[in-house]
């Protein structure tokens, strides 16, 4: 097979302290990335790639994650929150919706803060 059935890239970069978009990496994303990989071959997804990636550009509302083909932008806070996309969308197609970048406002990057809509004040 060429390819994979879905293929998983999540944001590792590590930038300055001091910069004020942050990134991926201080807010936990290797938690969130070693959760995927170990529930990917527990599972024995051989079709499915799991990635460390560089910047994916949502600094400001990481740790971030994407899901080919789908084209699906996560969210994700928490090792917990990897688990249900693991088990939701990577093996059973489902998107999380409560989890995708476009439940929150992702048009402000660089030095502003995040503005939620909905339920997802409480998850920024």
């Known amino acids: ?5 879905r ?18 990496a201080h807010r936990g994303a290797d938690a969130i990335f070693k959760a995927l990989r170990q529930g990917a071959a527990k599972a024995n997804l051989v079709d ?4 460390g990636a560089g910047c994916l550009d949502h600094c400001s509302h ?9 084209g699906a932008w996560y969210r994700v806070s928490t090792a917990e929150d990897a688990n249900r996309i693991l088990e939701s969308h990577i093996i059973n197609g489902r998107v999380v919706t409560d989890l995708l970048m476009e439940n929150i406002d992702t048009t402000c990057e660089q030095n502003e803060t995040p ?4 339920d997802q004040k409480s998850r920024l």
């Not at 499915?48 to 990635?51: G, K, Q």
């Not at 990481?62 to 789908?70: A, D, H, R």
């Open 1 to 5: 097979m060429i390819g994979f059935r």
């Open 7 to 24: 293929h998983v890239f999540v944001c590792l970069n590590t930038r300055d302290a001091r910069d004020p978009r942050g990134c991926c």
């Open 48 to 51: 499915v790639r799991i990635n």
């Open 62 to 70: 990481g740790p971030s994650l994407v899901i080919y083909p789908e």
């Open 115 to 118: 503005v939620a809509t909905g």
